[in-house]
C-alpha cells in the first residue's frame, strides 16, 4: 500500500457505502504487484490477460455501490453490498453479464474469493479509499487549486471526438494532444482502451533522469468547453489510477506494453506512435540505475478556465495532492479557454 495511506489512520468499519462521490477502483496489492502476463481474468470460460481488463466503481441513485470488470468486448457486474446484517460486513453479489474469475498459474477462484484475500480498493473524490467494508479517511478535499496554472489550449479539433484510434484519426483530441508533445520525447505510446496506463505514454531522458510523462485524454459531452463535472470525474480517476505505474517501474510497464502491442500487432497495428520496443527495452534497463520522474497530465477541452466551480476547483485539488503526495509529481492540466 502506497506510503501516503501508510500516514494515515488505520482502516474503520463502516456499516454503509462511503458518503462521496467513488472516483476510481484498483485491482489489490498482490495483483498490482503480479506481472500481468501471469494473470488472466475469466468472463466465465474466457480468458482474458489481466493487460487487457479494466476496473469500474459507480453509485446508483440509491447509493449501492457497483464494480464492473471488463474489456472492450466483454464484462462483469458487481453490487458490493455493506451493512451489519452480513457476518462479514459485506457481501458481493453478481448482477449482470459474465461471472468473474481470477487464475494464476496455480489456482482459479472466484471474483468473491478474492475479495476476501485481495480486495479491490475504491478512492474516492475527497482522498479517502476503502476496500470491503473498511474505510480509510484522507481528507484532501479542503485544498484549493491554482487556476492560474492551468494551460489553455488552441484546439482546433472535434473536442467531443477523444481517441485517434489504432488508424490515427487526426480530428481528435488524443490526435492534437500527440502533435503537440511529438517532438519532446524519444518514445510515444498509445496505450489507449481497457486497460490502459494513460492515452499517451512518453519517455525521454533528462538531467541523469527518466522522465515518465502520461498523458490522460477526454474529449468533451458537448461541442462547446463549459464545467461538466462528469468529464472531470472520470479523467481525474484516470490520473490518480495511473500513478501506481512510478511504484510498480519500467520491468511492469514493459511487460504490460509489450503484451498489448502484440495485440494490436496481430491486427497489423503498432502502439509505438515514436519509438519502438527495442528503445522501451532500452529505457527499461536504464531505470535499474537510473531515477524516474513521474509526470501526469490531465487534457480536458470541455474544461473551461473561465467557468471553473468551486466543485471542479476541489476535484483538482484533491488530484493534485494526491499525486504529489504519493510520487512527488506535478499535475498539469490542460484546458479550453
Known sequence: MNNLVKDFLKPIRINKAYKYYPLFAEWGETLQNAFEDKVNILFDQTEIPLFLADLNVFKDESEQLYIKIYTEDLFGLYRLNISDQFPSGYMYEHVEGSLIS????????????????????????????????????????????????????????????????????????????????????????????????????ALRQENNEIILSLYHCKYSSSPEAGRRLADMYEVCGQAQRSI????AGLKHLFKHINGRNNKWLSEGFSRFVKGELADLEKYRNMANTMPIKLEVTIVQPGLSKSVITEEISKLLACTESYIKKTTRADLKVWCST
Not at 489550449?153 to 485517434?164: G, H, L, P, R, Y
Not at 501506481?244 to 511504484?247: A, F
Open 102 to 201: 481470477i487464475k494464476t498459474h496455480s489456482s482459479t477462484i472466484s471474483f468473491e474469493e478474492k475479495m476476501v484475500k485481495d480486495p479491490v480498493r475504491i478512492h474516492y473524490v475527497d482522498g479517502s479509499m476503502s476496500y470491503n467494508c473498511y474505510l480509510i479517511q484522507i481528507n484532501l478535499i479542503d485544498n484549493t487549486f491554482d487556476v492560474d496554472g492551468l494551460n489553455q489550449i488552441n484546439w482546433t479539433v472535434d473536442i467531443t471526438k477523444e481517441s485517434m484510434g489504432k488508424a490515427q484519426t487526426k480530428n481528435t483530441v488524443q490526435f492534437q494532444t500527440l502533435s503537440m508533445i511529438q517532438d519532446q520525447f524519444e518514445i510515444i505510446i498509445n496505450d489507449d482502451g481497457s486497460g490502459e496506463i494513460a492515452d499517451l505514454v
Open 244 to 247: 501506481r505505474w512510478k511504484h
